[in-house]
């Protein structure tokens, strides 16, 4: 029996991966999602990404975020956005380093999906957990300046695979009617962190600076080599993640 409530959202256009965190992202006609993990092979299922070495789960603390093993994007949203801020358009859509790229549904469309599960072609089920915010590391690596503040609200989505198979071009994102199974997770952000760089305050900023201390001292007693790879990430487009001192302070006592 044909499911009433089940509507197509939009269609896959493009699937990214890349295999450790700053490599170049690899461009797919066909992935293979693995329930609670991402995509096979992919930077953020191997726990190899920039920032997997957060773990600011709000569910289980002290574990990673799950909407940190899938991102899904508006192809659709960065063209209007960087459209309407007189920026050149991508060359790919990889160059946003989200995984899954659809077409036929707005930004604001996708953001609207936050808390609600999905399927994701004929076999793989998805939770749409938050705004997958975007970072001036992108920016760089992308060598569109303005792009972060263009796209804030195009940025995607970040999603936890629930059931995952094979999934490829031309899929569709689909609204479901059964009830979810799993909790939504913000994730324990920075303060100011689904705010926009412009509009954030000097509590906001401040207060994401002593969170981020308090997480480089916490990492370095404990994953010390995600620590470094995040940093790494950040000085390839000559930025720095961690607070300056701070990362050179600690790393000097290692």
Not at 136 to 157: H, K, T, W
Not at 195 to 210: C, D, E, H, N, Y
Request: net charge neutral; hydrophobic share 35%.
């Amino acid at each position: 029996m044909t499911d009433p409530q089940k509507k197509v959202l939009g269609e896959i256009v493009g699937l990214f991966t890349s295999p450790y965190s700053s490599k170049p992202m690899v461009e797919h006609t066909e992935v293979e999602l693995l329930a609670h993990m991402g995509i096979s092979g992919d930077r953020y299922a191997t726990h190899q990404g920039t920032y997997s070495a957060l773990k600011l789960s709000s569910r289980l603390p002290g574990t990673r975020e799950p909407g940190r093993q899938l991102t899904l994007l508006s192809a659709d949203g960065i063209d209007e956005k960087l459209r309407a801020a007189g920026l050149a358009p991508p060359a790919s859509y990889g160059e946003f380093r989200r995984n899954v790229v659809l077409r036929n549904i707005s930004a604001e469309d996708l953001i609207a999906l936050q808390g609600c599960e999905f399927g994701l072609g004929e076999e793989c089920r998805i939770f749409v957990h938050r705004h997958c915010v975007p970072c001036f590391y992108n920016e760089r690596m992308c060598q569109r300046p303005g792009q972060l503040e263009a796209i804030f609200d195009a940025s995607g989505v970040s999603c936890e695979v629930l059931v995952g198979g094979k999934l490829q071009i031309g899929d569709q994102l689909i609204r479901i009617s059964t009830p979810t199974s799993t909790i939504r997770d913000l994730g324990a952000q920075p303060s100011g962190y689904f705010v926009r760089p412009t509009k954030r305050s000097p509590q906001m900023i401040s207060g994401a600076l002593a969170q981020l201390r308090s997480m480089l001292v916490d990492l370095i007693a404990t994953d010390p080599e995600g620590a470094k790879r995040l940093q790494a990430a950040y000085r390839s487009v000559d930025l720095d993640f961690w607070p300056k001192r701070d990362w050179e302070r600690v790393t000097d006592e290692l």
